[in-house]
């Protein structure tokens, strides 16, 4: 079976892009859509901010990255975005195809609750994304300089882990600031040096 080896650039309807994965951070979701306003030429930032995908059983697209990106542009009346088609695996039964992805590390499929969960528990739809405020927790902690940011896929979802497991959610849910501040310590901590990113402990 030949897939493709070179990208394939074209353009496709938001609402035909399939989600790989079942949460996304909605603060982060709000941060691009801002990000998208405040933009001038609308094309090109388009045109600079390819979204990946994989042609998938009956040719369709699935996310695999850049969902917050995808959902944001949804949520402001996009309609069709920029593709780069990493590999066509249209070819594939759906079990072999779902196996193909997992093992690529082009899938997550962990819920609002850290829950490992199907493939059939997907979203069909951007729109369906749940919203998982330790993901946001996450982002947050990599732009204040909490850890570094790496190639590692899924790296904000295992930071995201991490901190789901020390801070309690009504504390993320009603003071961020706070939360934050907790995030910022226990990342320098050696309890976080296995995460992609880790820049080491406070001195």
Request: proline letters at 5%; charged letters at 30%; glycine letters at 6%.
């Amino acid at each position: 079976m030949n897939f493709t080896r070179e990208p394939r650039l074209q353009t496709a309807a938001i609402d035909d892009l399939r989600p790989t994965q079942i949460t996304v951070g909605l603060r982060e979701v709000e941060e691009k859509r801002a990000e998208w306003r405040a933009q001038g030429k609308k094309a090109s930032f388009l045109g600079k901010h390819l979204i990946p995908v994989v042609q998938g059983p009956q040719n369709h697209y699935y996310l695999i990255d850049h969902h917050h990106l995808a959902r944001a542009l949804f949520d402001e009346g996009v309609t069709e975005v920029a593709i780069t088609v990493v590999a066509d695996l249209s070819r594939l039964e759906k079990a072999a195809f779902w196996v193909y992805l997992d093992n690529c590390s082009w899938t997550h499929l962990y819920d609002q609750k850290g829950k490992r969960r199907d493939h059939e528990d997907l979203p069909k739809h951007v729109e369906g994304l749940v919203d998982d405020p330790y993901r946001s927790l996450a982002g947050a902690l990599r732009r204040a300089g909490g850890y570094a940011k790496d190639s590692a896929p899924f790296s904000e979802f295992l930071w995201a882990d991490f901190l789901r497991r020390r801070i309690k959610h009504k504390q993320v849910a009603a003071e961020p600031d706070v939360a934050l501040d907790t995030a910022l310590r226990l990342a320098k901590t050696s309890e976080a040096d296995y995460l992609p990113g880790w820049c080491g402990p406070t001195s």
